[in-house]
Structures are given as structure tokens and as C-alpha cells.
């Protein structure tokens, strides 16, 4: 029988983080998302710094994670960029050889509206203010359901839109543009 997984029962966490903070986006963030804060608490930002519920956050990507509810998209994208190099030897017979030059990845990003929810908050004031504070976000995706494989790292959300049809549900999109490299830990 094969072994698959249904496309559903991803937990996504970010943690806002300011850039000018982190200094190795190449290992793992610190985020913390074993007791994440209450979907209902509240959010507050000021001066390129969150609170939520009571706990003034650090921004340093060690701060409790948290989760986005109502997520219905979190798919993760890679690229490999290439330089194509041209011989006329032998060897390759006049084919061209491609060698891996860059890495590059993003996470698209959407899920139903939720004004009340912290995440929701969080996501959206940190789009705002990326380029007037320097803001990141440190994020982690665990699964799907029956599956530990998680996805962590840096990125800068960019992009956002909602959609707002009359007689539709309301829900948003935005990518999550990876700064540095993701870490992945595949399930055991």
C-alpha cells in the first residue's frame, strides 16, 4: 500500500522578528511553538515591537510562536538557479552542463479571515511595517497530520491580498519570501 498523506493538518507558527536582530539567519530560529499564545489575545504593536496578551516580545525569533489558524494553503517552493556552461569538448558532445549557483524558496501562504485571531494580527501588521522597521518573520510548518517533518527558518511576508466577493467568505494570500536558507527535518 502506498505511503501518503492527505493535504491538511499543517500547524504553521511565525514569530515577527526585527532584521536588524538576527545575526545567522543560516541556523535554526529559536522559535518556541510548544505553548503558543491564545488565538484571542490581544496584539499590540509600537515602535517596531509586538505585545501579545501580556508578554512584551523580544523580536530576536525567541519568542513563543504563533500559530496561524484557519490556514488553508502553506506550500512550501524552491528554486535552484543555474549558470549554463558551453564546451566544445568531447565529453558533453555538444550539450551544455548546468551548474547550481543559487537557492532560493517561498512559502505561499493563505487561509480564511479571522480579524480576531493574534496570528491574523501579527501577519498582517508585520507586512505592513517590513520595510519601515526592518521586520521579519522566524516561521515553522510541522506536517501534515501523521507526519513530523518540519519546515523552519527566516523569510519577509510580502504580497498580501484578501479577497472580499460579495456573498463569499472572507480570506487572504501572502508569500513568505525565505531570507537565508529553510532547515528541514524530515519525518522519522
Not at 121 to 136: M, P
Amino acid at each position: 500500500m502506498a505511503n501518503f498523506s492527505a493535504a491538511f493538518g499543517y500547524d504553521f507558527y511565525i514569530v515577527p522578528v526585527q532584521n536588524s536582530l538576527i545575526t545567522d539567519f543560516s541556523t535554526n530560529p529559536a522559535l518556541d511553538s510548544t505553548l503558543p499564545p491564545a488565538s484571542s489575545a490581544s496584539v499590540t504593536y509600537s515602535a517596531g515591537v509586538f505585545t501579545i496578551g501580556s508578554e512584551t516580545y523580544a523580536m530576536d525569533g525567541s519568542d513563543a510562536g504563533i500559530r496561524l489558524a484557519s490556514l488553508t494553503t502553506a506550500s512550501l517552493e524552491t528554486d535552484t538557479g543555474s549558470e549554463e556552461i558551453y564546451t566544445y569538448d568531447d565529453e558533453t558532445k555538444g550539450y551544455s552542463q548546468a551548474v547550481a549557483t543559487t537557492k532560493a524558496f517561498s512559502i505561499s501562504l493563505a487561509g480564511i479571515a479571522d480579524f480576531n485571531d493574534a496570528a491574523y494580527k501579527v501577519l498582517r501588521l508585520t507586512e505592513q511595517n517590513t520595510v519601515a522597521d526592518g521586520l521579519r518573520v522566524a516561521f515553522k510548518r510541522v506536517g501534515p497530520t501523521g507526519t513530523t517533518e518540519t519546515v523552519e527558518g527566516y523569510g519577509t511576508l510580502t504580497g498580501y491580498t484578501e479577497s472580499n466577493e460579495v456573498t463569499s467568505i472572507v480570506y487572504w494570500e501572502c508569500t513568505l519570501t525565505g531570507y537565508g536558507p529553510y532547515h528541514l527535518t524530515l519525518a522519522s
